[in-house]
């Protein structure tokens, strides 16, 4: 067991809700301030995006944060360089597509995650049925976190809650990710069944833009991944105190759920 599910299965059996905050690499100059403020707000983990020109599962909100890094000339090395000198206290987890991965090879591409320090890896554009080369790749150097959306069929529904590790993604809308007024009914039922495929613990994204979102994923998930909301205040120009005070309230709210 990796460093990820070590974290996310002690907070649940702690009864902790787990809060994990998605910040894009190299969106500002001083990105990795943004890291050190989640961490200062109880995040148990986080996300790390690694920008890509042609990203399929992001809504409008994240692509751009991704192309205000690109266009600072941001890289997949230069973000683990900066990564690598941190040594934050919860683990994270790198999110990108399948080219990135693919590109220099799996082992090498998790090769260079593990070095720099990151426990975990999400591939949104990799189907289960296609993962097993990057899994091998990852096996015991980070942890490869799979999704499921309400429209995922049930027999590959509990093929992605056997494969997964470190936490099983729930996707709670059939959309690209993007803050929502309101969680429907899918993502709960959707949670509900793959908590009954496995152990691991299920954590809810796609939508949660406050407090009253992550207080109501908190009643039925294990743990909620907050992205468009932080991302959409970053590129307002919020510091990183400011996205600190937005999930403290956050982590209020699952505390309080």
Request: hydrophobic share 45%; net charge negative.
């Amino acid at each position: 067991m990796n460093a990820l599910e070590t974290r996310t299965r002690a907070a649940r059996a702690a009864g902790r809700t787990l809060l994990v905050p998605y910040v894009t690499g190299g969106v500002t100059d001083n990105w990795t301030d943004l890291l050190r403020a989640a961490v200062d707000a109880g995040a148990d983990a986080i996300e790390i995006g690694l920008p890509f020109s042609d990203p399929t599962l992001d809504g409008p909100v994240v692509q751009e944060s991704s192309y205000r890094a690109l266009r600072r000339g941001t890289t997949a090395r230069r973000i683990l360089d900066e990564v690598a000198r941190l040594a934050l206290p919860v683990p994270l987890v790198a999110f990108t597509y399948a080219n990135l991965v693919l590109h220099d090879g799996a082992d090498r591409f998790c090769a260079a995650l593990a070095d720099a320090g990151v426990g975990g890896l999400i591939v949104p554009d990799l189907p289960v049925d296609e993962v097993e080369p990057v899994a091998a790749a990852a096996d015991t150097l980070l942890d490869l976190v799979l999704l499921a959306s309400p429209v995922t069929a049930p027999h590959r529904r509990d093929e992605i809650a056997k494969r997964s590790r470190g936490f099983v993604y729930a996707v709670s809308v059939m959309a690209t990710t993007g803050e929502q007024s309101t969680l429907g009914e899918a993502g709960e039922r959707l949670v509900t069944s793959l908590r009954q495929a496995t152990d691991l613990p299920v954590v809810l994204g796609f939508g949660i833009s406050g407090p009253r979102q992550a207080a109501e994923a908190a009643r039925y998930a294990d743990g909620v991944v907050v992205g468009s909301a932080l991302m959409r205040r970053v590129l307002d120009g919020a510091s990183a105190a400011e996205l600190g005070v937005f999930l403290t309230q956050l982590r209020t709210a699952l505390d309080g759920a």
